[in-house]
C-alpha cells in the first residue's frame, strides 16, 4: 500500500513540474524572454522533489491547444527537419544480398553489412548502428511499423508531418522479387492513410489523398545495373520522385576491383 501511494504521490509531482514549466514557458514568451529548458527542468524538479526530469516529449503532449503555437515552435528538436514543410522518413527493405555475388562470387567491398557480414541483421549497404537501421530493425523491417513509429517520434518532438517523403534505403531495393516489392511499398503508403490496399495503384491513391499524412514523393536507392528502363517504369509505378543512383566510379579498373558487379556503361546507361 505504502508504495501504491508513494507511486501516485510520484506521478502527480511529475505532473506538478510539467505544469510550471509550462506556465514559466508562457510568461516568458509573452515577456519576450529567452529561457533555458534544462535550467527550467531542474527548478521545476527540485521544487516538486521529482528525481528524474520530465522528457520533452511528456511536455509538448501537456501543452493546452490554445498555446500550442506559441510553445511548440520553442520546444521543437532540430527544427531544421522540417522546416521546408516536408517531414523526410527514411526506412529500409529487409536485409538481402548484393544481386551480383551469385555470379561474381563476391560482395562489393564498399557495402559492410548483410547477411553474411559479422553485422548479421542489417541491410546490405549499412552496419545496423545508423538510426534508420536501429528503427528498421526494431520494427523487424515492417514497412507499416518504420513509418508510424516514426511519425509517433517526430510528432512527440513538436514536428508537422502532414507531407511526407520517404526515403527507401537498405541496398538494391529492385532486386528483391516483385511481390515483396510491391507489398513493401503498399505498406509505406497504408501506414499514411489508414488503408488496407489491394494494390499499388490503390495504396498511391490513398496516401496522396490522405486527410491527415500524405506522401508527396519517394526516393530509392538503387544500382546503375537496376536503374534501367525496364525498372524505372516500375519505380515509377510506385510514386518513385527521384533516385539516387551508385554509381561509384567511371573506371572500368575501380568497378571491376570493388566487385561492383556491373561495368561503366550501365552507369552511363542509367542516367542517359
Sequence with gaps: NNSVIQNKNDIENRIKAISLIIKELKIASEKNVNINLNILKNKACKKYNVSCPPKLTDII???PDDLKKILIPKLKVKPCRTASGIAIIAVMSKPHRCPHIYYTGHICVYCPGGPDSDF???SQSYTGY??????AIRARYDPHMQVRSRIDQLEGLGHNV???EFILMGGTFMSLDREYRDKFISGLHDALSGYNSKSIKESIFFSERSMYYRCIGLTIETRP?????????????YGCTRLEIGIQSIYEDVALDT??????SAACESIK
Design 61 to 63: 503532449a501537456a501543452v
Design 120 to 122: 548479421e541483421y542489417s
Design 130 to 135: 545508423e538510426p534508420t537501421s536501429m528503427r
Design 162 to 164: 502532414e507531407k511526407i
Design 225 to 237: 545495373d537496376y536503374c534501367q528502363v525496364k525498372h524505372l517504369r516500375e519505380m515509377l509505378s
Design 259 to 264: 566487385n561492383r558487379g556491373h561495368t561503366v
